[in-house]
């Protein structure tokens, strides 16, 4: 798989039916190894590892409905008391990060109100936060370290 921009991190790998597979930590199960996959474990290693964040408050790969519309985001990772600090979208390396990425990750963001946002095909990396008061949005460098 293609070198990220992120930390090097040391994954479980498998093959089954001719097929790689990389272990999740936060769904505790392999899945299939795709590109955007790679990305997703990479991202949330990244979360655990470098801004700290439990892994009891990480989310994978779930459902959530909008406009009666069912999506699955990517990562979500909550506050202790069960509101949404952050939501991540993970593309493949190959996609470029563009408006429509924004827009996807901000109509999910109408469901779960966090307040930050990231989005990366692991090459690229965007994050802003969220001023719902002013219904506005302002990029970051970075997003925040766990705190307690």
Request: net charge positive; aromatic share 14%; hydrophobic share 35%.
């Amino acid at each position: 798989m293609q070198k990220l921009d992120f930390p090097t991190y040391t994954f479980r790998f498998k093959n089954s039916e001719n097929k790689p597979y990389i272990f999740d930590d936060i769904r505790k199960k392999f899945v299939v190894l795709q590109p955007e996959e790679w990305v997703r474990q990479h991202c949330v290693q990244y979360l655990i590892n470098e801004k700290k964040y439990p892994k009891s408050l990480i989310n994978v790969e779930k459902e959530l409905k909008i406009n009666n519309l069912k999506k699955r985001y990517d990562i979500v990772v909550f506050n202790s008391d069960g509101t949404i600090h952050l939501i991540v979208e993970c593309k493949a390396p190959k996609i470029t990060i563009n408006q429509s990425a924004f827009d996807q990750i901000a109509r999910y963001n109408l469901a779960l109100n966090a307040t930050f946002l990231m989005v990366t095909n692991g090459l690229n990396h965007y994050y802003c936060s969220i001023n719902f008061d002013e219904e506005r949005y302002q990029f970051l460098r970075d997003i925040p370290e766990y705190q307690l």
